[in-house]
């Protein structure tokens, strides 16, 4: 069973800065996508940044030029830098992999912007 396990989160002022981390328990050289989700309460889930097998990120626009996300694939580990964050980033996060047959998602790792 692949797991994927988060850390990183925690409490930070507007205008920190946070890294966030995703390690896989199976390669994800191959995954087709490696990305970052974030859900506020009373919100829907929704992608923050994401990383396709070819090395190409997509990011959401609240978040372009903030965050970058990056992949260790000899470590098979993703990672979520954050920087200038604000209240609105407060969130769980969650990683996500995909890959031909199977999709797997983290636990969850709680962000929490202070004003």
């Known amino acids: 069973q692949v797991q994927l396990v988060e850390s990183g989160g925690g409490l930070v002022q507007t205008g920190g800065s946070l890294r966030l981390s995703c390690s896989a328990s199976?390669?994800?050289?191959?995954?087709?996508?490696m990305g970052w989700y974030r859900q506020a309460p009373g919100k829907q889930r929704d992608l923050v940044a994401a990383v396709t097998s070819a090395g190409n990120p997509v990011y959401a626009d609240s978040v372009r030029g903030r965050f970058a996300i990056s992949r260790d694939t000899a470590k098979n580990t993703v990672y979520l830098q954050m920087i200038n964050l604000k209240p609105e980033d407060t969130a769980v996060y969650y990683c996500?992999?995909?890959?031909?047959?199977?999709?797997?998602w983290g636990q969850g790792t709680l962000v929490t912007v202070s004003s």
């Open positions: 199976a390669r994800i050289l191959n995954a087709i996508e």
């Open positions: 996500k992999a995909q890959w031909s047959n199977l999709e797997v």
